[in-house]
């Protein structure tokens, strides 16, 4: 299993159920270090970037290789995923804007 941080969209538990085909409930945590913002094609979705005075609330759950390859397509091309850690300390994939 991987653990991931959601911060919009998937934060809903009907559009997680219907991405993933099933329900998974999380825990709530910050992501200390970066701010949400909105994503620069997609403008109603957030994403987040850096910035070390701010935090962003979201929550962490744990995923399978199939739920990964479910959210990868929900994300689309647009997002990317990278680790980060959360106030936990636990380190986590979140996704991002995919500026590349």
Partial sequence: MTKIFTYGSLLDDDI???VLGRFIDGK???LLGYEKIPHSH???YPTIRR???KKVEGKIFDVSALDLER???Y???LYKKIPVIVSTGEEVLTYIENSS
């Fill in 16 to 18: 997680r159920e219907k």
């Fill in 71 to 73: 959210l990868d397509r």
């Fill in 51 to 53: 910035n070390m005075s």
């Fill in 42 to 44: 997609f403008y109603i």
């Fill in 75 to 77: 994300e689309t091309q």
């Fill in 28 to 30: 709530s945590t910050v």
